[in-house]
């Protein structure tokens, strides 16, 4: 099976892991599927395995009707290779999120559920737990409005509790998706987030409960059409899982991963972690397991890149966006059947369903520049402080706010040395513009080699940033500078 293949266009046809929801919440709202080669890399195609195109990239005015489906072989359907996801809703006007009370504006996902449906977009994506456990009956009353051939419905067991995880209590879980949705059939039902809790947990959720064998006799009676799992989380536990299907105790039609191009080129945890997404990919591209992708723009990271590189990839796609890169990059990818997004705004919606309508695959050139930027965001990323001070006072006096500040206005006027291998021609006016700005705006005894990393910001940083993590790389990177200890002509 070849890993990239020509996209079939319609005529308009059709680390720690914590169990408790708050914290699955945080990890998911960072995170939003999955098929099967063998283990090789992106940059190792054959020509044949290139589809290669010339067509501009769609303006809005021209995207109806032009959406890009996949054909799913398990069930015979086409899948629109946009799909709505729905972790996040719009809210009403001055609401907040609180937990047990439901503050979605319907008519603002009314409007979008039409818009989406209207230009070809057929997936839909929701879970018991998002929206404080409001959001499967908001989806469900917009799409209740259109004949149930029109769409297609994905759900999940999310019994992330313990007192969640007794059969009586899964099955009203799963019994309830179904009231919410309106519906008397699910398209895909996934166990939600299998690698929460390592393999303990993942039994004690579906195993020993009974509620896998459950769901299997579902499937047989036609309430599901398809069962798969979405994963985060432990790697034995995917690896568990794929075990589970080569032995015949379960046939997973389907899996949901995240999957990104700096994910896929320079996974952080290594090689076969958990956020190795060409792993993931692989494994379960070879078993023929379709592949449900979500994050595909690393938590919004990969939508907002310096303005160096940004330049870069609009002189080579001057008529996309930054995060079609992205888009492009999962949808290119053969086993790939749909690419989960969250859409809370209708920019975001149409500005995913341009680059959709059709899906442009990546050329082998594009591949092996997005290999370049994946390196170069990989070193230095954007930090997505908005400034909103929560995080202060640090309690070592460290001015987390004005360090991210400064560091992030050196990326975004290229004055970073992003180049990890070789010379900058521009190193001593890099080196100047960083270590003369950085002792300006901050002051030298609360700059970010006197965070000694306790963490006490964590918890407060409403952007969930990993702020001592990135207070020692701008470390690490201002003393290399201090000490003439990086690349230079």
């Not at 009956?137 to 409005?145: M, P, Q, V, Y």
């Not at 690698?195 to 947990?201: P, Q, S, T």
């Not at 972690?273 to 692989?282: A, K, M, R, T």
């Not at 002792?439 to 964590?458: P, T, W």
Request: with cysteine; aromatic share 8%.
């Amino acid at each position: 099976m070849h890993l990239f293949k020509k996209s079939s266009i319609s005529d308009n046809t059709s680390a720690e892991r914590h169990i408790s929801r708050r914290d699955f919440l945080k990890k998911a709202s960072l995170v939003s599927a999955v098929a099967a080669v063998a283990p090789s890399v992106l940059t190792s195609c054959s020509d044949e395995e290139i589809t290669k195109s010339n067509r501009p990239m769609p303006s809005m005015s021209h995207t109806k009707g032009k959406m890009t489906y996949h054909y799913n072989a398990n069930t015979g359907n086409s899948v629109s290779i946009l799909g709505y996801g729905t972790m996040h809703l719009p809210l009403l006007r001055n609401a907040v999120e609180t937990p047990g009370v439901d503050n979605i504006d319907q008519e603002a996902v009314n409007r979008s559920v039409d818009y989406a449906i209207d230009h070809g977009v057929n997936f839909f994506n929701t879970s018991p737990a998002y929206c404080n456990g409001f959001c499967e009956r908001a989806i469900g009353k917009a799409l209740s409005r259109y004949p149930r051939n029109r769409f297609l419905l994905a759900s999940k067991l999310s019994n992330f509790e313990p007192e969640q995880q007794t059969t009586e209590a899964s099955k009203a879980i799963y019994y309830n998706s179904f009231k919410e949705l309106q519906v008397d059939y699910i398209d895909l039902y996934m166990l939600h987030n299998i690698g929460i809790g390592g393999i303990e947990n993942f039994n004690r959720r579906f195993i020993d409960n009974g509620m896998l064998e459950f769901l299997k006799q579902e499937r047989k009676k036609g309430k599901i059409r398809n069962l798969g799992f979405s994963f985060t989380g432990d790697i034995d536990v995917f690896n568990h899982a794929m075990k589970m299907h080569d032995e015949g105790e379960i046939s997973w039609d389907g899996a949901q991963i995240s999957l990104n191009y700096v994910d896929w080129f320079f996974p952080s945890g290594g090689k076969h972690s958990d956020n190795d997404s060409q792993y993931l990919y692989n494994e379960l591209n070879r078993r023929n397991i379709p592949v449900n992708v979500v994050d595909p723009l690393l938590g919004g990271q990969l939508g907002t890149v310096s303005r160096p590189l940004s330049r870069e990839m609009y002189r080579r796609q001057p008529d996309g966006t930054i995060s079609s890169w992205a888009m492009r990059f999962a949808g290119s990818l053969s086993g790939v059947k749909t690419i989960v997004v969250g859409m809370v705004y209708i920019e975001h919606l149409k500005d995913n369903i341009a680059t959709c309508s059709p899906l442009r695959p990546l050329t082998k050139d594009d591949i092996n520049f997005l290999k370049h930027c994946a390196a170069r965001i990989t070193r230095h990323p954007i930090i997505k402080c908005v400034g909103c001070m929560d995080c202060m006072p640090c309690p070592y006096g460290v001015d987390i706010v004005g360090t991210f500040s400064h560091y992030n206005l050196c990326l975004n006027e290229d004055n970073i040395i992003l180049d990890p291998d070789g010379p900058d021609p521009e190193y001593d006016k890099k080196r100047r513009a960083f270590l003369v700005g950085l002792n300006k705006s901050v002051d030298r005894l609360r700059q970010a080699d006197h965070c000694i990393g306790c963490g006490e910001c964590l918890d407060k940083c409403t952007r969930h940033i990993d702020i001592p993590g990135r207070m020692k790389h701008i470390s690490e990177y201002s003393e290399k500078l201090r000490t003439n200890r990086l690349p230079r002509l």
